[in-house]
Nanobody, 124 residues
Framework: VQLQASGGGLVQYGGSLRLSCVAS????????IGWFRQAPGKEREFVATISGTGGRAIYADSIKDRFTISRDNSKNTVYLQMNILQYDDTAVYYC??????????????????WGQGTLVTVSS
């Protein structure tokens, strides 16, 4: 499975961006996709994840009510809509695939495949 993350860029404080993660295979609807991020000098952290059918999603407390994860299985794509962006949201964002069935996990080690990352920079 190859994952391609895109949509990052430079955005003003309080602005919005939508990230996309496109998968290469035909079984896309059967596995969970998660978003993680890593800020400079910090550990990678969980952001959000969504089950294969889209029926379950969980979020990190730090971004809850500002970010929304969704998926369009007809396009093999998961989206991360990010609103009211703050300086602390500056990071490289990675999408990842978890082939562990129907679980939705915050634990990075449970994800099997990772995309290359897309940089989000929040500026004044």
């Amino acid at each position: 499975v190859q994952l391609q993350a895109s949509g990052g860029g430079l955005v003003q404080y309080g602005g919005s961006l939508r990230l996309s993660c496109v998968a290469s295979d035909s079984t896309f609807s059967t596995y969970t996709i998660g978003w993680f991020r890593q800020a400079p000098g910090k550990e990678r952290e969980f952001v959000a994840t969504i089950s294969g059918t889209g029926g379950r999603a969980i979020y990190a407390d730090s971004i809850k009510d500002r970010f929304t994860i969704s998926r369009d299985n007809s396009k093999n794509t998961v989206y991360l809509q990010m609103n009211i962006l703050q300086y602390d949201d500056t990071a490289v964002y990675y999408c990842a695939a978890d082939f562990g069935g129907v679980r939705v996990s915050k634990r990075a080690y449970e994800y099997d495949y990772w995309g290359q990352g897309t940089l989000v920079t929040v500026s004044s």
